[in-house]
């Protein structure tokens, strides 16, 4: 029987080897790729629901109150000289909240 307890110990160290990887990847997949797929569903959220008169942040720094929506595209004007952008639709970071101190 020693040679059966020896067996038995062969192959409980071989499944924990193969367990460990298969462990470390569900791991990085719940830290690291659910949410970012989060954060994209969010942003694409926050991007449909762009509309005229909503005061953005674009990815540059840029702040400005949108005019002109089309598909991929958007106007904004920005302030003090009410210059008027145009930047890719993905190019906004944020929507600044109407209540947000200036």
């Known amino acids: 029987m020693p040679g ?3 067996l038995l110990q ?3 160290g071989n499944s924990l080897s193969f367990a460990l990887p298969v462990l470390m ?9 659910l949410p970012m797929q ?3 569903k969010n ?3 926050m991007l449909d629901a762009l509309k005229s008169g909503d005061l953005v942040v674009t990815t ?5 109150t949108i005019t002109t929506l089309e598909k991929n595209t ?3 004007r920005v302030k003090p000289d009410n210059l008027k952008l145009e930047v890719s639709r993905a190019a906004v970071a944020s929507v ?3 209540d947000a101190p200036k």
Do not use: E, H, N
């Open 43 to 45: 942003q694409q959220k």
């Open 25 to 33: 990847i569900g791991v990085m997949y719940v830290l690291v790729v």
């Open 60 to 64: 540059g720094g840029i702040v400005g």
């Open 10 to 12: 062969g192959m409980s």
């Open 96 to 98: 600044v909240p109407p």
């Open 4 to 6: 059966a307890a020896v």
């Open 38 to 40: 989060r954060q994209k």
């Open 74 to 76: 958007l106007v904004i």
